[in-house]
């Protein structure tokens, strides 16, 4: 995942140094995570989404395994990205929405997370909203993602069935928050994409899609998304 012309040396540093400028905005135990594996990049593609982000924010990542491009790359081949676009759980940093922001055309992204470390974006077509979207809310959008939302993954369900838009989310192990036992992440898996082959029949989207990014990213989660 990262780019082999980085050094494990450059990484501990540029990464500190990262944490030393944004102090406030990591708890300790997170700072204390951040660094230690610091270098997880190194050996592997499939690494925690903080980690990665601080990586993408660096320029550590290498552009032909970077799963963020890949995510958009998967977005455009399937819907039109001009649009605008919300993306539900997008981390402390978003990562994936100025990538989106970037290659639109026209159209908006707008990323809710509670975590943001900024609201402020130099990008004119991606606002940074503060807070936790609720599954009950009325966007004006015409599209939800969501990339490795954990417990947003439901909400983002929900979402796109109450206001009729198309959505695309990228599954993850499922027990980042909700403290389920490893032997349970499947069953978390098979119950969302039942929830999204539900919600797709009974909101009219057409029909539930899935695929993998395995072999190229080492991501074994597969990607959900209605077609219609």
């Known amino acids: 995942m990262i780019r082999e012309d980085i050094t494990t040396v450059r990484i501990f540093y540029q990464i500190d140094k990262f944490l030393r400028e944004h102090a406030k905005d ?4 997170e700072k204390e995570f951040i660094l230690k594996n610091c ?3 190194q050996k592997s593609s499939l690494v925690p989404d903080m980690l990665r982000q601080i990586y993408d924010e660096l320029g550590f990542l290498d ?3 970077n799963i ?3 995510f958009v790359d998967l977005l455009e081949e399937n819907f039109d990205i001009d649009r605008n676009i919300v993306e539900i759980g997008g981390g402390k940093i978003p990562s994936l929405a100025k990538k989106i922001a970037l290659r639109q055309m026209h159209g908006t992204i707008t990323v809710y997370d509670d975590k ?3 609201t402020d974006s130099n990008l004119p077509n991606l606002s940074l909203k503060k807070r936790r979207l609720q599954a009950d809310e009325l966007l004006n959008a015409d599209m939800i993602i969501g990339f490795m939302p954990c417990d947003g993954t439901q909400t983002a369900i929900d979402l796109a069935k109450r206001n009729r838009i198309d959505f695309m989310i990228a599954l993850c192990e499922g027990s980042c928050q909700n403290e389920m036992p490893a032997f349970m992440n ?3 898996e098979n ?3 039942y929830e999204a082959r539900k919600a797709v029949r009974d909101g009219h989207l057409g029909e539930l899609k ?9 991501n074994p989660y597969p990607v959900i998304y209605n077609q219609r």
């Open 68 to 70: 963020y491009d890949g």
């Open 116 to 118: 943001l470390i900024t």
């Open 39 to 41: 270098a997880w990049g």
């Open 26 to 29: 990591y708890t300790l135990e």
């Open 191 to 193: 119950s969302m994409i």
């Open 63 to 65: 552009s032909e395994r």
């Open 210 to 218: 899935k695929v993998k990014m395995a072999k190229k990213y080492q």
């Open 186 to 188: 499947d069953d978390w």
